[in-house]
């Protein structure tokens, strides 16, 4: 079965300062979609990036990106130029290619950006 | 833009009471999903629905759980008889076709709570 591990409960970072998030999965599977997505407090979970396991090149959304490592089933989150509305929750999702859409999530990162 | 929209924000139920919670998927989306977040824990899959069908459900989805699109906006989960461990945060989600890397979107979620 597919796991996913974010072992940072809470991060901060400074406004206008870059942090990592980190995620590790689980998965004898060759091919998948990786997911991160942000909740703000009280305010729907939002689609930042995703990542497709055949594509080697690492996404990227404006000041988001992803360190995307298969070998080492790791993918993290970077966020350049951290503002103060990148304060929420942070969730790493796994996506089977076959059979099913269902997301699998880790237990999720708070970030804080402080001013 | 157009948003998942979930009723209520906030639910307190005895144990033993049924419950019905509400989404409204963003409007030409054809599927819809459930998850859930016990406090501290992963957000967990409970269930796909798509053509008036559950496509998929995890193992939590037992008998006690029920989905229903009653009518062209509405789309509902309903506990028959909650249990102390059925308090959590409910997402609705929905997407608008079956590519698996398509972007799922999330409702603001619905907090149970179960006395």
């Known amino acids: 079965a597919q796991t996913v591990t974010q072992s940072q409960p809470e991060m901060s970072v400074q406004e206008a300062e870059t942090v990592t998030l980190s995620c590790t999965y689980d998965t004898s599977e060759n091919n998948y979609y990786l997911f991160w997505y942000k909740q703000p407090p009280s305010r729907q979970m939002i689609l930042v990036i995703r990542q497709e396991a055949y594509k080697q090149q690492n996404a990227t959304e404006n000041r988001f990106s992803v360190n995307f490592q298969k070998a080492a089933k790791s993918f993290s989150l970077k966020i350049s130029d951290s503002q103060l509305g990148d304060t929420a929750m942070y969730f790493c999702?796994?996506?089977?290619?076959?059979?099913?859409?269902?997301?699998?999530f880790g237990t999720g990162t708070r970030l804080q950006v402080f001013p | 833009e157009p948003e998942v929209t979930q009723t209520p924000s906030h639910q307190v139920t005895q144990m033993g009471q049924e419950v019905i919670l509400r989404c409204v998927p963003i409007s030409n989306h054809l599927y819809f999903y459930w998850y859930r977040q016990i406090l501290g824990q992963k957000v967990e899959f409970l269930v796909s629905?798509?053509?008036?069908?559950?496509?998929?459900k995890s193992e939590i989805f037992d008998d006690q759980f029920s989905v229903e699109r009653p009518d062209g906006s509405n789309f509902t989960l309903k506990i028959r008889s909650t249990k102390l461990e059925d308090s959590a945060m409910y997402f609705c989600?929905?997407?608008?076709?079956?590519?698996?890397?398509?972007?799922?979107?999330f409702g603001p979620g619905t907090r149970l709570l179960v006395l």
């Open positions: 989600a929905s997407k608008r076709t079956s590519a698996r890397q398509e972007t799922q979107y």
């Open positions: 999702a796994f996506m089977k290619p076959y059979n099913t859409d269902k997301l699998i």
């Open positions: 629905f798509y053509n008036n069908e559950i496509s998929e």
